[in-house]
């Protein structure tokens, strides 16, 4: 499975933003997604995540009710969006795949789109 995010660029702090990660290559409806970011300096930390069908999200306490992720099994494409952007939101965004045969890890990641929310 390949996957593809964009929709990174530059926001102002209580803007919003929608990231895309489309996939290709494999079977996108039989994998849960998730999104990760790291910022300047830190380590990776996991945003989010939706089950294989879309229909169960879970989220890191420091986005929750800012951010949603939703599946569109039809179009091979997970959606993160952002809203209420704060700056500590900035970071490099991977949306990733879950590891079919060991749950609870990602087998393939995407490249990375930069977020940079201006204070």
């Known amino acids: 499975v390949q996957l593809q995010a964009s929709g990174g660029g530059l926001v102002q702090a209580g803007g919003s933003l929608r990231l895309s990660c489309a996939a290709s290559?494999?079977?996108?409806?039989?994998?849960?997604m998730a999104w990760f970011r790291q910022a300047p300096g830190k380590e990776r930390e996991f945003v989010g995540r939706v089950t294989w069908s879309g229909s169960g999200t879970f989220y890191a306490d420091s986005v929750k009710g800012r951010f949603t992720i939703s599946k569109d099994n039809a179009k091979n494409t997970v959606y993160l969006q952002m809203k209420s952007l704060k700056p500590e939101d900035t970071a490099v965004y991977y949306c990733a795949a879950d590891d079919l045969s060991f749950p609870g890890r990602y087998e393939f990641w995407g490249q990375g789109t930069q977020v940079p929310v201006s204070s």
């Open positions: 290559g494999g079977t996108f409806s039989r994998y849960g």
